[in-house]
């Protein structure tokens, strides 16, 4: 009885260093497993960072706010070390990620200096700040929201310009929607196909041309302006001309009227489509005769 109590002890301390073995050899295996085929991982952490590069980047812009160099100087240098971290593949394409590193650097030479302007750290920060919000929320980044001010901007310059105003007044006009500009430029690269950007930046220098000329060509400073309206909608994901759908029936009728509006359309282009057949079939019995 003796013997068979201390076979079975035997047996159980046998059995439970197997299972501590195979244990330990099976959380290596995983361990392995995880450091050659990190890509699971490395998605959760490339998702984690962009979050965190984004609260950075929210947070440096309300010190930069605040006018608070010290915590701006430690905030840029954070984001500056994140940056090694962070996977950008299937983010953004490679001009997105310069566009990034460029705002970077922009902040930065704007903090380092010894007498920091207030002005550009606020507008070089809130670049940042944008551009991590559209890395971080692609489909619904705040840099959208600029469309009305940029649209505002341009209708205060085609109006300049329709009025036939100073040089100067219309200079001052430009220089108001190149800032607004250059704000969400960072933001909207990381999104948009460069050649996008490439069109607006384009139009943008043609612009600035007019506008700064000694005697500005009002006549094609105005087709310029209206050519802007397009690019701009574009720019922003807008269809064209789309103000001009506006429904011009308010209240509940409005559905109705879509109806009837509808209804005329296909009615028209019934009609037509019947009387292009009966001209064919016309064509083809004149023929077998």
Do not use: C
């Amino acid at each position: 009885m003796k013997r068979r109590s201390i076979s079975k002890a035997g047996l159980l301390a046998v059995t439970l260093m197997a299972l501590l073995l195979w244990t330990n050899v099976t959380n290596q295996v995983s361990a392995q497993s995880d450091e050659y085929n990190p890509n699971r991982n490395q998605e959760k952490s490339s998702k984690y960072t962009i979050s965190q590069l984004n609260e950075e980047a929210a947070v440096l812009y309300r010190r930069a706010l605040e006018n608070n160099i010290e915590e701006v100087r430690a905030s840029i240098l954070r984001i500056s070390n994140s940056l090694q971290h962070i996977s950008f593949e299937g983010q953004t394409s490679v001009e997105g990620i310069h566009a990034l590193s460029e705002t970077i650097v922009e902040v930065k030479e704007a903090a380092v200096k010894l007498q920091a302007d207030k002005q550009l750290l606020q507008e070089t920060s809130a670049k940042l700040r944008l551009a991590a919000d559209s890395l971080a929320h692609p489909m619904k980044p705040l840099w959208l929201q600029y469309y009305k001010i940029i649209k505002d901007d341009l209708d205060a310059l085609s109006l300049a310009a329709n009025q036939n105003q100073s040089p100067t007044t219309l200079a001052n006009q430009y220089l108001v929607l190149e800032q607004h500009y250059e704000t969400i430029r960072p933001a909207a690269m990381i999104r948009l196909e460069p050649h996008q950007i490439a069109q607006v930046d384009a139009w943008l220098s043609h612009i600035k041309g007019l506008t700064h000329a000694k005697q500005p060509d009002a006549s094609q400073l105005r087709s310029m302006t209206a050519h802007g309206e397009e690019l701009v909608n574009q720019l922003f994901g807008r269809e064209k001309d789309e103000s001009a759908f506006v429904p011009f029936v308010q209240g509940p009728d409005r559905r109705a009227a879509g109806l009837v509006i509808s209804s005329v359309i296909v009615a028209a282009l019934s009609y037509a489509g019947y009387r292009k057949y009966r001209a064919q079939q016309q064509d083809i019995f004149t023929y077998r005769r």
